[in-house]
């Protein structure tokens, strides 16, 4: 159980999955994830924000016992639908039947449609309040963060921003609940890893959303995921804000396929000529190693890309083709970019990088190519450090 009051009036009665392996059956989960769910409790009435999974509505009934005893909450706000919030919905409904379920048009629309329920529900539209007494709760619309309905709520009494999966990450909370009670670092990876996977391909309604509630003073920010943001809050609106235009971060994502380590000797002799120029983040993946999670997540982080690969039956080994097609459906943008890759008999691994380069539109100025026929000698070496030089400038110069 793991209930906080956050400020005066405001409690997290959300649940931990330690269990689940993978979030929306894709994404791995190796420290988890917490559904945040939160009781808002003015003098009048008390709402519910967010419910949570539905393999944890057990949980958070028991947190709810807890914080407002036997007593039904008057609303449930949803501020996003997806299930890994909404699936405890028909649950709470059947608990609590007087509980008012309080979305826009397109919440209710996917409440009738995933879950049946059309009765007792308040539609709200951007800029209304509800009064709890003492509090109030005011929504702003932010569509696409994550999906079409998504909205935020803001209690202006408590400077408390219900965001959603916004400044959310992967990970449970082990005890604490605001960021100022826990040493926070390992959720920041998470909060790369999640922001890239999940919401990555909305960047510009992310910027949208930020741009509406940038006048709102925050002193706290309660996502659907992860620590309450209250000390730190600068630090991750910086986090999204930077994503949310796909500005990378000085350092370079090197991820490549290799089937007998010709094409790896070539992604070796890169990183180590890009260490040289000074490069300090260096993160390669292999991409029949890596999850295509993690390599996402670094990909989003960092300015610089370079991506081989040998060719496989006339085309691109399969494992970056996934990869590319992974980064071309985010619509990622501004990337300072090389390619490279090796062949047998027939060239065709750099020619389909490229061409999925070009259909991405990934890139911020040109491509440098770098291939090799078989083993890489020392000419094809020294061009794979000509590539990682052009890619330095690049970078260093931006
Ligand atoms: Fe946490 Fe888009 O769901």
Redesign the pocket.
Known sequence: MNIKEICDGIYYVGVNDRTTHRFEALWPLPDGVSYNSYIVKGSAKTALIDGVELSACDRLRENLIATIGDVAPDYLVIN?M?P??SGSVRVLRSMFPDMTIVGNAKTLEMVRGFYGIADNVMRIADGDCIDLGGLSLKFVITPMV??PETMMTYVAERKALFT??AF?CFGALCGAVTDSDMNTEPYFPEMYRYYSN?VGKYGMFVGKALQKVANLEMDFICP??GPVWHEQIDRVVSIYDRLSRYEGEDGVTIVYGSMYGNTEDMAEAIASRLAERGIRNIRMHNASVSHLSYILSDIFRYKGLIVGAPTYSNTLFPPVEAVMNAVKTRELKNRVIGTFGSFTWAPQAVKRINQLMDESKLYCDEVVSVEAKQAPGADAIAECRRLADSVADRILRS
């Open positions: 996003h997806e890994d919030h994550h999906w959603g999966d959310g999940i659907t995921h």
